[in-house]
């Protein structure tokens, strides 16, 4: 009689874990925090249910371990978007790649891409950049916070990884850009026409998939960060420093980030 006793406890104990459970899901798949789960829970318990008999911590643990839950902080992207925005993306997307798969070679040789940018004469080392070796148990450096100088000039570059041609190619240049104002305007695209170019259609609201946004340019303001003043001298070495294989990397790296747009329904990539 006993041992049957102790089996009913037993399985009573669990059904209660097993339905504490279930309201904890339910409530966070609501959107609350583990601290107003456990008050809701607490108030609820104390009114009609009875004493709760679980802790803030055990509602943390039971989300995490039996749930399987995480707490993610949120991933800033350049814009939410919409459906038909994304539609918009996996379109352009398929299309640049299918232009890109149908002969490889060729497309990197007439593929030019384009971008400006602000570059201040005093650009402060980044974190990681400041990092030091020290031994276990020193105390980390200290670093005075700076900001970027408000003198700055105005870049622009133009990138693709052809030597000097010899001859003409046999076809249309592929003029990138993004969706700058200054690029969409009538006056941009009648320059484009008329210097015999095939502009490449480039997604609204995506800077991971132009070259110069993920590759070229934040490879130069890497190579100015705790530089002072001589600006120029600094850009022009940098430029003059690249090898044919540095912008080879840049637009190939295209291939894998429309594949990914693609298989993520227009949705944002990471960088």
Request: aromatic content about 10%; proline content about 6%.
């Amino acid at each position: 009689m006993t041992v049957l006793k102790e089996d009913k406890k037993q399985e009573s104990s669990k059904m209660e874990t097993n339905e504490i459970r279930a309201v904890i899901k339910y409530l966070c798949k609501k959107g609350m925090s583990p601290k107003e789960i456990y008050e809701d829970m607490k108030n609820d318990s104390s009114s009609d249910r009875g004493d709760l008999g679980c802790s803030k911590t055990a509602v943390i643990r039971i989300m995490r371990k039996h749930l399987g839950l995480r707490k993610l902080s949120a991933r800033w992207v350049p814009k939410l978007l919409t459906p038909d925005q994304k539609a918009v993306r996996r379109k352009l997307s398929s299309n640049n790649l299918a232009l890109f798969e149908a002969n490889p070679e060729e497309f990197v040789n007439r593929f030019v891409t384009m971008d400006e940018t602000w570059v201040h004469h005093f650009t402060p080392e980044s974190k990681q950049q400041s990092m030091q070796w020290r031994y276990s148990g020193s105390p980390p450096p200290k670093k005075a916070k700076t900001v970027p100088s408000a003198g700055k000039l105005w870049c622009m570059s133009f990138g693709n990884p052809r030597e000097k041609r010899r001859g003409k190619l046999s076809r249309k240049i592929v003029y990138h850009q993004d969706n700058a104002p200054s690029h969409r305007s009538l006056q941009a695209r009648v320059a484009i026409y008329d210097s015999g170019f095939e502009l490449l259609p480039h997604a609204p609201y995506s800077p991971y998939l132009a070259p110069s946004d993920f590759h070229l340019l934040t490879h130069l303001k890497k190579s100015l960060s705790g530089i002072h003043f001589r600006v120029i001298d600094a850009v022009t070495s940098f430029f003059e420093s690249l090898e044919t294989s540095f912008f080879l990397e840049g637009i190939k790296a295209l291939e894998h980030r429309w594949k990914k747009y693609i298989d993520l329904k227009g949705d944002h990539v990471e960088k």
